[in-house]
């Protein structure tokens, strides 16, 4: 329970002053802290940092889940690959590439 002024020496009003100039100070130095530029460049670089971490890590987890639908549309259970899905793919790309080396070869020329 809190003493009131009339019960209270000079010595405990004393102690009581140097308690809160002590609690004050250290309450100061936080804000001091926390308002220094150092303090702030370092959180919002620390912000940044974990945004960046957070994008990147759900980019990556799409291109796995991309990369394994991919996949599991080429190869069977057994690892082994579709042929009848390959195949195509494979003949649109070799025309592709004939596609394109004939246009350079054309300009070229």
Known sequence: MAETS??????????????RRAVLAETLDEIGVRVHPKTIVGDVKAKVVANVDHTLGRAYVQVNRAVTDVRARFVDDEGAPRLERVLPVALVAVGLVGVLALGTRRRRR
């Open 6 to 19: 009339d019960t209270r020496t000079p010595a405990q009003i004393e102690a009581d002053i140097k308690r």
